[in-house]
């Protein structure tokens, strides 16, 4: 039949512009390398005691830096290794959509860290910005699920955890047994640290059976 | 049925390999030769048969430069090339309206 030999073509046509219109660079080993800065960063800001609102801002924000850096060369790496330009349309696509979420994230870390500044300190620490690493996850959550739809479907429900995480976490408040700087610090370790690695670790198997099929 | 849209079918558009790499390019402004090759799981000589025969017929605008001292063959369509898909893309909705129950 005609029909049905039409429609099957429109829909490998379909198939394979979504394809195309697809981010699929390096995603593992990112989100590997950034559970694995996550959870090392988490580790040491509870280790070293970094307690202080403008100290938590600026050593999350170093380690962000960190993280960012490491994702750059590794797609660096893969475009170089595949031939293919760096800047490709998915990746442009990928980025505008992640953009206004990251940078409301950061734009709320300066404003912390310049009341921080400008405030006397009044020997509660962390009491004060409990609320910002949640903040932080819940907009990182949004901007992966933006970016989500330029990426493989995983990545929306992957925003959501971060979502839906981030809010409970809100509703929950800080419990009765948590020091303000166990809690900040795990928090950012669970998020940033075990879901990326453990993302990772998944992405990393299903994408080698992907291949080997 | 009216066979008329069938016949009407671009020929050069109408095989398999080359309507992936039209695909592919209709909903990216450009891919690399290497994006496409795995993403349509062909190999080196067989893109490059079919990326010359679109060349050919005008749908598709093949550049070659240099990416950190590696080359780089990018494709793209031309606009004969995306209006030549989008007509492909219509003769196929007509056929199967046509097969439609009124």
């Known amino acids: 039949m005609e029909s049905n030999w039409a429609a099957e073509h429109l829909q490998v046509i379909r198939t394979l512009m979504e394809r195309a219109a697809l981010y699929r660079r390096a995603l593992a080993p990112i989100m590997i390398l950034n559970g694995v800065v996550g959870l090392a960063a988490a580790g040491l800001g509870w280790g070293l005691g970094v307690g202080s609102p403008p100290g938590f801002v600026l050593y999350w924000a170093a380690v962000s830096v960190i993280a960012l850096t490491g994702s750059f060369l590794l797609v660096r790496r893969q475009a170089l290794k595949e031939s293919e330009p760096f800047w490709s349309p998915p990746t442009r696509r990928v980025t505008q959509a992640m953009l206004p979420a990251l940078t409301a994230g950061l734009m709320i870390g300066a404003l912390v860290l310049a009341r921080a500044g400008l405030a006397p300190d009044t020997g509660r620490g962390l009491v004060r910005v409990l609320w910002l690493p949640l903040i932080w996850v819940v907009l990182y959550g949004c901007a992966f699920h933006a970016a989500g739809f330029f990426m493989p479907r995983g990545m929306r429900i992957f925003g959501w955890a971060f979502i839906l995480g981030g809010c409970g976490l809100f509703a929950a408040g800080l419990p009765d047994w948590a020091r303000p700087l166990d809690y900040a610090h795990g928090i950012m370790g669970f998020f940033f640290g075990g879901l990326h690695l453990a993302y990772g670790i998944y992405l990393y198997f299903t994408e080698h059976r992907r291949n080997a099929t | ?102």
């Not at chain 2, 009216?2 to 992936?20: A, M, S, T, W, Y």
């Not at chain 2, 893109?47 to 605008?61: M, P, S, V």
């Open chain 2, 1 to 102: 049925m009216n066979p008329e849209p069938f016949l009407q079918l671009d020929r050069v558009i109408h095989e398999k390999g080359r309507l992936g790499i039209l695909s592919m390019l209709a909903a990216s402004p450009e891919l690399s030769f290497t994006e496409l090759r795995d993403s349509l799981g062909m190999t080196d000589g067989n893109l490059t048969t079919h990326i010359r025969t679109l060349q050919q017929a005008g749908y598709l605008a093949v550049t070659k430069s240099f990416q950190n001292n590696r080359p780089l063959t990018t494709c793209a369509l031309t606009a004969a090339g995306r209006k030549a898909f989008a007509n492909y893309i219509n003769l196929l909705e007509q056929i199967i309206r046509q097969a439609r129950p009124e």
